[in-house]
């Protein structure tokens, strides 16, 4: 495998310390307080380099959805961090006693991190605080389509904790490489499509993998929802960074005698949140192939604009399409973009199964003004996670595990549940002498029946 590997993945694992005794506390939260300390003296530089690779992303959006999430989850990490490592002590049967055991979290060793484009610093620091916090050595890889915002990560990783992780850089070769390493561990954020080949890759060698993916997250309104509040909700977690969020509102479910309702009120909020689509406030659709996509989707259905379309070409206004094909590619694709299909419904009961006969998605958002309603809908569907009367705000919690199910992922990380994905349980017995089971060898005598007679009561 190491002759395959390309030059920069092969000096990054050699530049590495081999396996050790596993880092104490006290090291891994002054790499901790290294890297906050380095994200937040470059905080502007990152705002201007991911403005300069997505052709146009507001400095608030980087602010609070990049560099604020990492810090505030680098502070809730460091905090509880030492309950998280403290061994727990278990109770042995009787057989056993008195000696003692013991479980403990270790660190999986060598990890590799595949981050994506979209939120290019959140996505890639997120998980490293996971897997610094339970005292791993890391290879991580951003993504090739934000450059500048990935050399500004090599650096400030470099600078803050160099001697643990390596960043590398490069193309598509570089990240499927590094899917092949012998790896104790890998995590990969992104499509579905390019997950199935992720996995399939780490399955050569047995590599543990978390996969966090996308998929079609629906939105729905149930029939006593306040169709301005709901808009609200949807178009701003719609609309942020342009919907190039993997738990972004897909699509929008409503009782199909209030659809008119709903495109007025989606209307009102795009034009209120954005209502000079063209200002520093609304991002630009960051890959060219992407706008394309977007288009063509647009270009195959009759779609309603919900705010004033933008002549610069890296900007797309958001749009609504009424009813669409559910085979359409609309409906069959993950959208990505400021495209929001609107789809009848004519019982609460008939929503759920729409979204049920399909792939498991990563969220679920349900509005409603009637809790129990809310609650019976969110129980009827499956998904990776859910929110009632709000949109993707709930990645924002630190204390609640975030990943998908099925098609939109495996495994969860944040907060302590990444702790826990970049470590394992390990059990440790120290046997006493004066245990009961030790007589369980040869030659056996009167001493292990009476043993046997207790274990078979």
Not at 118 to 135: D, S, T
Not at 215 to 237: F, T
Not at 260 to 287: F, G, H, N
Request: charged share 25%; glycine share 8%.
């Amino acid at each position: 495998m190491e002759h395959d590997l390309p030059d920069i993945l092969r000096d990054a694992a050699s530049r590495l310390p081999p396996d050790e005794t596993p880092l104490d506390l006290a090291a891994r939260r002054r790499h901790l307080d290294a890297l906050a300390r380095e994200l937040r003296a470059s905080a502007e530089d990152f705002a201007a380099a991911i403005d300069a690779d997505f052709g146009g992303r507001p400095r608030v959006e980087t602010m609070l959805a990049e560099i604020a999430m990492v810090l505030e989850n680098i502070r809730w990490t460091r905090r509880r961090l030492k309950r998280w490592t403290r061994a727990k002590r278990v109770v042995l049967p009787l057989e056993f006693l008195p000696s003692r055991a013991r479980v403990e979290r270790v660190p999986l060793g060598l990890v590799g991190i595949l981050a994506p484009w979209n939120y290019p610093v959140q996505l890639a620091l997120v998980p490293l605080v996971a897997a610094l916090a339970g005292g791993n050595r890391v290879i991580l890889h951003p993504s090739e389509h934000v450059p500048r915002t990935a050399e500004l990560l090599a650096e400030v990783v470099h600078r803050a904790v160099g001697a643990r992780v390596r960043v590398v850089t490069g193309g598509t070769k570089v990240a499927a490489a590094l899917a092949r390493m012998p790896l104790d561990g890998l995590f990969y954020t992104g499509s579905t499509q390019t997950g199935r080949k992720v996995l399939a890759a780490a399955a050569e060698n047995l590599t543990p993998t978390i996969l966090e993916l996308g998929g079609k997250s629906p939105a729905i309104a149930l029939p006593e929802s306040d169709p301005d509040r709901v808009a609200v909700s949807i178009m701003a977690g719609k609309l942020l960074n342009a919907g190039q969020t993997c738990v972004a509102p897909d699509y929008l479910m409503v009782p199909r005698a209030e659809i008119p309702r709903y495109v007025l009120a989606l209307k009102d909020a795009a034009t209120t949140l954005y209502p000079d689509p063209e200002s520093p406030d609304y991002a630009a659709i960051a890959r060219p192939a992407d706008r394309d996509r977007l288009e063509a989707l647009l270009d195959a259905v009759e779609a309603v604009p919900l705010m004033a379309q933008m002549p610069d070409p890296p900007r797309l206004g958001a749009w609504a399409v009424v009813d669409p094909d559910p085979e359409s590619p609309l409906m069959q694709e993950e959208i990505f973009g400021p495209i929001l299909p609107i789809l009848p419904y004519d019982t609460p009961e008939a929503a759920a199964g729409f979204v049920n006969a399909r792939p498991t998605p990563l969220a679920l958002y349900v509005y409603g003004e009637d809790e129990a309603a809310c609650d019976r809908m969110v129980g009827r569907i499956r998904s990776g996670g859910a929110m009632v009367n709000e949109s993707v705000l709930h990645v924002a919690v630190h204390s609640l595990p975030f990943g998908g199910a099925g098609a939109s992922g495996m495994g969860a990380y944040h907060g302590e549940e990444g702790f826990r994905s970049f470590t394992r349980p390990r059990s440790v017995v120290i046997r006493s002498r004066f245990a009961p089971i030790g007589l369980a060898r040869p030659p056996y005598g009167p001493a292990i029946q009476r043993i046997i007679r207790f274990l078979l009561r």
